[in-house]
């Protein structure tokens, strides 16, 4: 019969636990067994020699947890895919809630601020509200002919602008013409044309009228969800923090909303100017080398700014295309464009660093790729929403201690 010592290590030895609890368990019952009963010494030694985890258990263990990271990375990547498919189908509600989210974001200091002295939230986003519809009427109503001057003229520039290159062209012409020429001889005899095939496309009046209609029920969708948004307050906040368990948990929700406030109010409201002054800068230059409407160009300009890389590309090709068609000589016609990338260089280089510091401070290479998914998910206002999202993206990371390595990856 074996004692009760010897029982309760041989017990303690053959229980079914995890490699780690097995192996301190084994640590503890053999300082035990040497230090009291050195007489079981023998039977635990043999034991020991049929619990240590040899290399087959081990192989077997790393496999296990190699297979478990693959799943793991498996379902993170189908989960990303099933949400980018899911963005993309709902843009519809998805694109007009985030835009008013980023809206009331930006506006809700203002109205926090004319709450202090007094002012309702109705009465401070009715202000609020009515004075951007004003804008914008303003702004409309001041660019509407000029506006409609270059859009009657587009046929022209680009009939002009064709004939201009008609130099440039001619050896793709030449080449095209020798490569139907082989065609030709190289043609078997009694071999029939391939048969033409047309494909009918809808009318161009009906998809502008499409497009138009999404774009303005887009567009009060927005205002409609900001305004009410304004007019809340911050309820969603309220209740947002009585959920969090925890005092701490309350008072990091509220740091964390005040923060990303902070942070793209301070982003949007130092791109604006920025943008501003350098509509200013090409419409200034733009006018000096006598270049039609200097004015719409200059409100273009600012406009094309917020887009991240596409804005620089976009306006470089109409000025250079408009250069073409309204300058004889090639290097006056190159001076718009000049002119753009200059000022643009110096914006991104030397105002914006000086006025945003590091406070919003991100990879270009991350930038570059939420402003490319965000035009294939969301077109143009996609592309806008790319950096005000990753603002609020890193603001979150910062503030969870888990995700502190993606907010590594998103900053500069």
Same mark, same amino acid.
């Given at each position: 019969? $074996?004692?009760?010592?010897?029982?309760?290590?041989?017990?303690?030895?053959?229980?079914?636990?995890?490699? !780690?609890?097995?192996?301190?368990?084994?640590?503890?019952?053999?300082?035990?067994?040497?230090?009291?009963?050195?007489?079981?010494?023998?039977?635990?030694?043999?034991?020991?020699?049929?619990?240590?985890?040899?290399?087959?258990?081990?192989?077997?263990?790393?496999?296990?947890?190699?297979?478990?990271?693959?799943?793991?990375? !498996?379902?993170? %990547?189908?989960?990303?895919?099933?949400?980018?498919?899911?963005?993309?189908?709902?843009?519809?509600?998805?694109?007009?809630?985030?835009?008013?989210?980023?809206?009331?974001?930006?506006?809700?200091?203002? %109205?926090?601020?004319?709450?202090?002295?007094?002012?309702?939230?109705? %009465?401070?986003?009715?202000?609020?509200?009515?004075?951007?519809?004003?804008?914008?009427?303003?702004?409309?109503?001041?660019?509407?002919?000029?506006?409609?001057?270059?859009?009657?003229?587009?046929?022209?520039?680009?009939?002009?602008?064709?004939?201009?290159?008609?130099?440039?062209?001619?050896?793709?012409?030449?080449?095209?013409?020798?490569?139907?020429?082989?065609?030709?001889?190289?043609?078997?005899?009694?071999?029939?044309?391939?048969?033409?095939?047309?494909?009918?496309?809808?009318?161009?009046?009906?998809?502008?009228?499409?497009?138009?209609?999404?774009?303005?029920?887009? %567009?009060?969708?927005?205002?409609?969800?900001?305004?009410?948004?304004?007019?809340?307050?911050?309820?969603?906040?309220?209740?947002?923090?009585?959920?969090?368990?925890?005092?701490?948990?309350?008072?990091?929700?509220?740091?964390?909303?005040?923060?990303?406030?902070?942070?793209?109010?301070?982003?949007?409201?130092? $791109?604006?100017?920025?943008?501003?002054?350098?509509?200013?800068?090409?419409?200034?230059?733009?006018?000096?080398?006598?270049?039609?409407?200097?004015?719409?160009?200059?409100?273009?300009?600012?406009?094309? =700014?917020?887009?991240?890389?596409?804005?620089?590309?976009?306006?470089?090709?109409?000025?250079?295309?408009?250069?073409?068609?309204?300058?004889?000589?090639?290097?006056?016609?190159?001076?718009?464009? /000049? $002119?753009?990338?200059?000022?643009?260089?110096?914006?991104? =280089?030397?105002?914006?660093?000086?006025?945003?510091?590091?406070?919003?401070?991100?990879?270009?290479?991350?930038?570059?790729?939420?402003?490319?998914?965000?035009?294939?998910?969301?077109?143009?206002?996609?592309?806008? /929403?790319?950096?005000?999202?990753?603002?609020?993206?890193?603001?979150? !990371?910062?503030?969870?201690?888990?995700?502190?390595?993606?907010?590594?990856?998103?900053?500069?």
């Amino acid at each position: 019969m $074996i004692p009760f010592s010897q029982r309760w290590v041989r017990d303690l030895l053959m229980a079914e636990r995890p490699a !780690c609890s097995l192996a301190l368990h084994f640590a503890i019952g053999r300082f035990w067994i040497m230090t009291v009963s050195p007489s079981v010494a023998p039977a635990a030694e043999r034991l020991a020699d049929l619990t240590r985890i040899d290399g087959v258990s081990a192989s077997l263990s790393e496999k296990a947890m190699t297979r478990s990271y693959t799943v793991m990375v !498996c379902l993170v %990547v189908l989960t990303a895919l099933a949400v980018l498919t899911a963005m993309y189908f709902a843009r519809p509600v998805l694109l007009p809630l985030t835009m008013a989210v980023v809206l009331s974001l930006v506006m809700r200091p203002a %109205v926090t601020a004319l709450r202090s002295y007094g002012v309702p939230n109705v %009465v401070g986003a009715s202000v609020l509200f009515a004075l951007l519809l004003g804008a914008g009427v303003v702004a409309v109503t001041t660019l509407r002919a000029p506006a409609q001057a270059v859009l009657a003229q587009v046929p022209m520039t680009l009939d002009s602008v064709t004939d201009r290159l008609q130099g440039y062209l001619k050896p793709l012409k030449d080449l095209q013409s020798a490569g139907v020429e082989m065609d030709e001889i190289t043609k078997s005899p009694g071999e029939r044309d391939p048969l033409p095939v047309r494909l009918e496309q809808p009318a161009l009046s009906g998809e502008m009228l499409n497009t138009t209609g999404e774009y303005v029920a887009g %567009v009060t969708i927005t205002l409609a969800l900001w305004y009410f948004l304004l007019v809340s307050g911050d309820r969603f906040l309220e209740k947002t923090v009585t959920l969090a368990p925890t005092f701490r948990g309350k008072r990091e929700v509220v740091a964390t909303v005040r923060e990303i406030e902070a942070r793209i109010g301070r982003y949007l409201g130092a $791109i604006t100017l920025v943008n501003a002054g350098l509509g200013v800068a090409i419409g200034l230059g733009l006018w000096v080398i006598d270049f039609p409407n200097p004015l719409l160009w200059g409100v273009i300009a600012a406009l094309l =700014n917020y887009l991240p890389f596409a804005g620089l590309a976009i306006g470089t090709a109409l000025m250079a295309v408009t250069g073409i068609a309204t300058f004889e000589s090639l290097p006056h016609a190159l001076l718009a464009p /000049l $002119i753009y990338l200059v000022a643009n260089a110096i914006e991104a =280089n030397l105002v914006t660093p000086m006025l945003l510091g590091r406070s919003i401070d991100l990879n270009p290479v991350v930038i570059l790729l939420a402003a490319l998914l965000g035009g294939w998910l969301w077109g143009v206002v996609g592309m806008f /929403l790319a950096v005000p999202l990753l603002i609020i993206a890193r603001v979150i !990371c910062e503030s969870v201690e888990s995700l502190h390595p993606v907010a590594v990856y998103l900053a500069r």
